[in-house]
Nanobody, 128 residues
C-alpha cells in the first residue's frame, strides 16, 4: 500500500508561482508512475502531468506545458510540481496519484483508471 500526501497549496496572485509536493509513505515509488491531476468545483478531474519513477521520463498535458514542471527526488520518495505563471483558471484542488501499472505509451497514464493510489488533495487558489 502507498499513502500519498500533497502539500504546498495556498493562495497566490496571478502570475505567481507555487511548488506542490507529494510525499509517499509505506511503499516507495519504485516501479510506479506518478501523476498530477486537478479538479475544480463542478468539473471533471483533469490530467496535468505524469512521471515515470524509474528514469524520470515525463508527459505533460498541453494546458500546462511551459508553465508546470514535474520532478522527483527518489531519496525522499517525493514528487514535485513547480507551477509558474499561474492563472485564475488554475484554481483547483490538486491531487497526486501513483500507478503500479506498466504501459508502453503515455496515453493510459492520462486517465484516472491507471492510478490505484491518490492523495487527499491540496487547494490552490489563484487570485486576480
Amino acid at each position: 500500500q502507498v499513502q500519498l500526501v500533497e502539500s504546498g497549496g495556498g493562495l497566490v496572485q496571478a502570475g505567481g508561482s507555487l511548488r506542490l509536493s507529494c510525499a509517499a509513505f509505506g511503499r516507495t515509488f519504485s516501479s510506479y508512475a506518478l501523476g498530477w491531476f486537478r479538479q475544480a468545483p463542478g468539473k471533471e478531474r483533469d490530467f496535468l502531468v505524469a512521471i515515470k519513477w524509474n528514469g524520470g521520463s515525463t508527459y505533460y498535458a498541453d494546458s500546462v506545458k511551459g508553465r508546470f514542471t514535474i520532478s522527483r527526488d527518489n531519496a525522499k520518495n517525493t514528487v514535485y510540481l513547480q507551477m509558474n505563471s499561474l492563472k485564475p483558471e488554475d484554481t483547483a484542488v490538486y491531487y497526486c496519484a501513483a500507478s503500479h501499472r506498466v504501459y508502453m505509451d503515455w496515453a493510459p497514464f492520462t486517465l484516472e483508471d491507471a492510478y490505484a493510489y491518490w492523495g487527499q488533495g491540496t487547494q490552490v487558489t489563484v487570485s486576480s
